[in-house]
């Protein structure tokens, strides 16, 4: 199936089920769903093939019970219940590279109109082949992003530190904006016009030897790859890191600039609105980060060994 490359089984609701059997009503009313999007990689070398750990389960199920509180469903499932699906889901397709993996949940239809929910929810985690990033050629590609027209979702409209599909709709937005206009990708500025975040990742950046990255009250989406970097960057690596609000001109006056997340990884960007940054690219600090972050998730980093859990 398109998207799911593979991804022959997946598990809904209890069971693990081929994907063309995971079939529901085109009345659900799926756009009152959550979801969340978590990685597999492999152990030894993320470009390799092998054994499989998943990247901060915690953090994730955490925050897909976060969503759930905010949207107002209840998962019929336990945490520990979701992560033994969740190696169902994998182990059925017989993956042994990098995996995407992206629990959804989200209520079931009321009556023939479908528009209403009745309390239950489907639950279902479907697993895809997603290739890493983080090899050579991907990390010195150029990036072109632009300042979107479209502001990022304001926490008085809808809840960005939520992973709600409602939210994806904004990013949907700005993102084809970008796509029309020749970018790659776009940034949208918070409610208050200060830099929010991308589409579907958080955005860093460098000035004079420091990592500075919008707070989660700039109405980004609380990342989990973000909480990851914003520990081992100033930890593992002795670079300083600043949480702080940042314009629209001091992001174009940053010495470098990348973007991090599950799809995101760690991805170096070239320019925005075609101001170009730094003198080489991608930029030293950036190149350190995500050589270190492939180390932590081939689980060659004992330190952070406990961010990894076994497939
Ligand atoms: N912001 C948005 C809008 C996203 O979709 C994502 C990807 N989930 C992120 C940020 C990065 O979050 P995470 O590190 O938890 O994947």
Excluded at 30 to 53: P, T
Excluded at 216 to 228: C, P, Q, Y
Aim: charge should be negative.
């Amino acid at each position: 199936m398109s998207g799911f490359r593979g991804a022959e089984y997946c598990w809904m609701n209890g069971e693990v089920m081929k994907t063309e059997r995971a079939l529901v009503s085109a009345m659900e009313p799926i756009y009152l769903g959550i979801f969340e999007g978590i990685r597999a990689y492999v152990e030894g070398d993320v470009l390799g093939e092998g054994e499989l750990n998943i990247f901060r389960w915690k953090g994730h199920i955490d925050r897909l019970w976060r969503s759930a509180e905010v949207c107002g469903l209840k998962i019929p499932y336990t945490k520990e219940e979701m992560l033994e699906g969740t190696r169902e889901s994998i182990r059925a397709n017989g993956f042994r590279t990098t995996t995407y993996i992206q629990p959804r949940i989200w209520p079931r239809a009321r009556g023939p109109g479908g528009s209403t929910a009745d309390g239950e929810v489907h639950v279902v985690i479907p697993t895809m082949l997603l290739q890493t990033r983080l090899g050579e050629e991907e990390l010195t590609r150029e990036r072109r992003l632009m300042v979107s027209s479209w502001r990022r979702v304001a926490s008085d409209a809808l809840p960005p530190q939520a992973k709600a599909w409602a939210n994806y709709a904004n990013s949907g937005q700005a993102g084809r904006e970008a796509r029309r206009l020749g970018f790659d990708d776009a940034i949208m500025l918070d409610n208050r016009g200060f830099v929010s975040e991308a589409t579907g990742a958080c955005l860093m950046t460098v000035r004079d030897g420091t990592v500075i990255t919008p707070p989660v009250t700039a109405s980004i989406l609380e990342s989990v790859t973000r909480d990851a970097l914003l520990k081992y960057i100033p930890e593992d690596l002795g670079i300083p890191v600043d949480v702080r609000d940042i314009t629209r001109v001091e992001l174009y006056a940053s010495d470098e600039v990348f973007l991090c997340g599950t799809g995101a990884e760690v991805r170096p960007i070239t320019s925005v609105d075609d101001v170009r940054f730094g003198e080489e690219y991608p930029g030293p600090i950036t190149k350190e980060i995500a050589r270190y972050h492939s180390e932590i998730l081939a689980c060659n980093v004992e330190k952070r060994r406990d961010w990894l859990t076994p497939v």
